[in-house]
RNA sequence: GCGCCCGUAGCUCAGCUGGAUAGAGUACCAGACUACGAAUCUGGGAGUCGGGGGUUCGAAUCCCUCCGGGCGCGCCA
């Protein structure tokens, strides 16, 4: 409806320029149309003559008035209005919202949305946390978030792809290795601490009883409880604890237990994200781009294009030059390649598959490595605009207003897959997306529980299944049911709803403009308010015939904008509750 | 110290590329079911948009500065 209106508009400024009224420079990209806050002014407004009045030497008004008389008249619009400073606003015609109703049902869940793949191909990786234990809360915002993220551009008529990346290499595998070994030989009775920097949650317990179940006691060593490591630096201690294990293990033991924890792990989280109803289109392993040779490659690559140097023993990158805060090492002195060498070469991978858009969905705490990410980029000769880089920031869960900690390293944290089976995957979904991204999120339990209309969730689910009781009703009744007469619908709150069920589209398309998922949830309370409102104030099944099948017609379309938001940010519809 | 995010009603937050009288929810108060689900609806009070400058016909929105909160500033993972 917004872009309708826009050409309108457009029609009338190009007259005006042809006609010589106008200076084609006074003229904006985009004209600026926007659904009205208020009624009396009308449906859509527009502030143009405003924004244009200065460019093009006229007074706001009169140049409104000048818009408006060229504007082409159109079926769907009852009139125009000039007020205030110099707005238009514009009055839909009442044909062009009743008529909403036989196009929403007859385009059934595609309504609102845009033809799918149609526009850009993009990919968004999101999740992405370290496999070295169970998701938690934190990561549920960025799950929540990115898989709405990616179902809103869908709506909107992008291509989107989903990737989780999992850093299977590094020293973050030897220590959750040797941690699960030393909790496996506990369990054995032997008689060895845990160190301070191992992992020290209770899921480790379980993958080694886990392990014990599977392999006995085939990896008991009594050298191992003669291990003594003194040692006062914490990292240098697991090092060397590593090396002890690995000695003990022997290698091949070692590198099969590894991996085997890595797999469980992978499957702990995939098996998480399922309950919470995301499901990533692939599995990125960090190990695939190493044995490629990639990270090499991509070193070689910025080393020819100049941005490398040596200094201090290790190679750094100069992402000073492109805007970073200093530059930064990819290989460190002792040879070892950093992480940030590692994620060049898989940024560079994604940059070069064919997308025009590759989105990566971080937690705040890694705003640092926006700039040298896309410095790297930029190094490489890949346009840095084609990476967008979205930040979520912290969420807080509170319990009868008592933060509670996440670490995952200390083990105290309340997994994603506890809070699903607490709230449930609608509530906890809602309430994830119920933020914009960038606000600090504080998570309440209590409320998410809470089966009341405190609880956004179930205010707008309620709507829906209200609807459905309705309908329910109806045919217990054996009432007869004809494609009804949509003219019949003029009572103010049936407006209203029409009103605001025309706006879906544009809703969507807004959403998806400034990746913001939340839009949807706060427009979906606005449909179930004017929902709710309208069935208190009018009867929809005792009401003549002809009455009666025109009202289920909308309540029918309301359901089914109702359906098709919900899904967007992945929260179920349900028929009863 | 430097960088990023945030500061809007008692509380939790919206506010679309600057626009017309700053909006919801919640809490509080007062009402609405012998009728389609009261997990609902109707009405009410409540704000110097953190403070101060600036740009503009117009600023919660853009710029500067100060205050307050969160996060980040490793050859860690």
């Known amino acids: 409806m917004k872009a309708k209106i826009q ?47 200065r460019a093009s030497g006229m007074k706001p008004r009169d140049l409104a008035t000048r818009i408006q008389a060229n504007l082409p008249s159109a079926s769907f619009v009852e009139r125009t209005v000039i007020a205030g400073p110099g707005f238009i606003n514009f009055f839909l015609a009442k044909e062009a919202l009743t ?15 845009s033809a799918q793949g149609s526009l850009s191909r993009i990919l968004i990786e999101f999740v992405s946390a370290n496999p070295n234990g169970p998701l938690h809360v934190g990561h549920g915002r960025g799950a929540a978030f990115g898989d709405a993220l990616a179902r809103l551009l869908r709506a909107a008529g992008h291509h989107v792809d989903t990737e989780y990346y999992v850093n299977d290499l590094g020293r973050q595998m030897d220590i959750l290795c040797v941690s699960v070994w030393i909790r496996y030989l506990q369990i054995h009775d032997l008689k060895i601490e845990l160190p301070d920097g191992a992992y020290q949650g209770q899921y480790i317990v379980e993958s080694a009883r886990k392990l014990k179940h599977k392999d006995g006691s085939s990896l008991v060593s009594a050298e191992a409880a003669q291990i003594d490591i003194r040692l006062d630096d914490r990292d240098a201690a697991l090092t060397e604890l590593i090396s002890r294990t690995r000695q003990i293990l022997g290698e091949d033991v070692f590198f099969q237990l590894r991996d085997d924890i890595l797999n469980d792990m992978v499957e702990m989280i995939r098996s998480d994200l ?112 084609r990476l967008q880089i979205l930040l ?86 054996g009432l007869v049911r004809t494609s009804g007469d949509h003219s019949l619908l003029m009572q103010d709150s049936e407006m209203d709803l029409l009103r605001r069920l025309s706006r879906f589209s544009d809703v969507i398309q807004s959403a998806a403009n400034d990746y913001e998922p939340h839009q949807i949830a706060y427009y979906l309370r606005d449909v179930a308010t004017d929902f709710h409102s309208f069935y208190n104030k009018e009867r929809i099944l ?28 992945g929260v179920s519809a349900p028929a009863s509750m």
């Not at 805007?323 to 002792?334: C, F, I, L, Q, S």
């Not at 996440?406 to 509530?427: H, N, Q």
């Not at 009401?543 to 309540?555: F, M, P, S, V, W």
């Open 392 to 477: 979520v920031q912290f969420a807080t869960l509170f319990r009868d207003s008592v933060k509670m900690s996440m670490s995952t390293r200390s083990g105290e944290f309340v997994s994603l897959k506890e809070l699903i089976e607490e709230t449930g995957r609608d509530a906890a979904r809602f309430f994830y997306i119920l933020r914009k991204s960038e606000q600090h999120l504080d998570f309440d339990l209590e409320l998410a529980k809470r089966q009341s209309g405190e609880n956004p969730v179930y205010y707008v689910q309620y709507a829906h299944a209200r609807i459905c009781s309705v309908v329910r009703q109806m045919k217990e009744r």
């Open 542 to 569: 005792d009401c003549e015939d002809a009455l009666r099948c025109a009202r289920l017609d909308l309540i029918d379309a309301v359901r089914q904008v109702l359906a098709n938001g919900l899904d967007i940010i």
């Open 274 to 385: 399922i309950l919470f109803g995301v499901e990533h289109d692939r599995w990125f392993y960090e190990s695939q781009v190493s044995e490629q040779g990639d990270v090499d490659r991509a070193i070689k690559e910025l080393r020819e294009h100049g941005f490398l140097y040596e200094a201090d023993g290790a190679t750094w990158f100069r992402s000073s030059e492109f805007g970073d805060e200093k530059d930064r090492v990819v290989v460190r002195a002792n040879g070892d390649l950093t992480y940030f060498a590692s994620d060049i070469a898989y940024h560079l991978d994604k940059m070069r598959r064919d997308y025009d858009l590759v989105i990566n969905i971080w937690g705040a705490d890694h705003h640092g490595y926006v700039s040298r990410m896309k410095a790297a980029m930029e190094a490489s000769g890949e346009n840095p605009k």
């Open 7 to 53: 050409d309108l508009l457009a029609q009338s400024i190009d007259r005006m320029v042809a006609l010589k009224e106008l200076s084609a420079d006074a003229v904006p990209e985009t004209l600026p149309v926007e659904a009205s806050r208020r009624a009396g002014q009308g449906d859509y407004a527009t502030g143009l003559a405003m924004s244009m009045a």
């Open 99 to 113: 008529g909403l109703v036989g196009e929403i049902l007859e385009r059934g869940d595609n309504f609102g949305k």
